[in-house]
T-cell receptor, first 115, second 114 residues
């Protein structure tokens, strides 16, 4: 079964607007971590934001925030005030367990920011 | 710059050949992970090493092997290459301690098998 599901293959957003990228996950482990990574066309993977399963508050990092709904097993990424440089592929990933374990990735969502 | 280095950046080789991909983790990181990114399979975990020892194995083919050396750099060896092995191979590293254990990825090695 898929551990991470990203249902939006591609999205367009107008510059300066906000965009929400969906991510749902599946795990029976009570301890897990959720990550978002950005992959620009150049190919590198850039870590954006982290949410732990026991974190009470939603994570925020600058223009990135994570809308964590534990009961629904969703961890949506919100990018506010989109910039042209935000055009990239975005991956949701999960680490099961509390430690330095492997990541399971979703299929990714391509975001294109329009001027 | 994540601090993780990978060489070479690009590699073009023929079917049946063997190649070695090299990774140097961030300073202080003991865990090294290898991932494969292909169009049909997406991003898949291959193998993890921690301080020189194999820690976890994922969807790694028997034709593939890896090791981590005392200086913590890691190598991924791919042999008897097939067209389907063409992919972007990432190395990532993380701290053993801390809470988030976020993984920092290298720039990747793009392997093309012809």
């Amino acid at each position: 079964a898929q551990k991470i599901t990203q249902t939006q293959p591609g999205m367009f957003v107008q510059e300066k607007e906000a965009v929400t990228l969906d991510c749902t996950y599946d795990t029976s482990d009570p301890s897990y971590g959720l990550f978002w990574y950005k992959q620009p066309s150049s190919g590198e993977m850039i870590f954006l934001i982290y949410q732990g399963s026991y974190d009470q508050q939603n994570a925020t990092e600058g223009r990135y925030s994570l809308n964590f709904q534990k009961a629904r097993k969703s961890a949506n990424l919100v990018i506010s005030a989109s910039q042209l440089g935000d055009s990239a592929m975005y991956f949701c990933a999960m680490r099961e367990g509390q430690g330095d374990y492997k990541l399971s990735f979703g299929a990714g969502t391509t975001v294109t920011v329009r001027a | 710059d994540s601090g993780v280095t990978q060489t070479p950046k690009h590699l073009i080789t023929a079917t049946g050949q063997r190649v070695t991909l090299r990774c140097s983790p961030r300073s202080g990181d003991l865990s090294v992970y290898w991932y494969q990114q292909s169009l049909d399979q997406g991003l898949q975990f291959l193998i993890q090493y921690y301080n020189g020892e194999e820690r976890a194995k994922g969807n790694i083919l028997e034709r593939f092997s890896a090791q981590q050396f005392p200086d913590l750099h890691s190598e991924l060896n791919l042999s008897s290459l097939e067209l389907g092995d063409s992919a972007l191979y990432f190395c990532a590293s993380s701290l053993r301690t801390g809470i988030t254990h976020e993984q920092y990825f290298g720039p990747g090695t793009r392997l093309t098998v012809t």
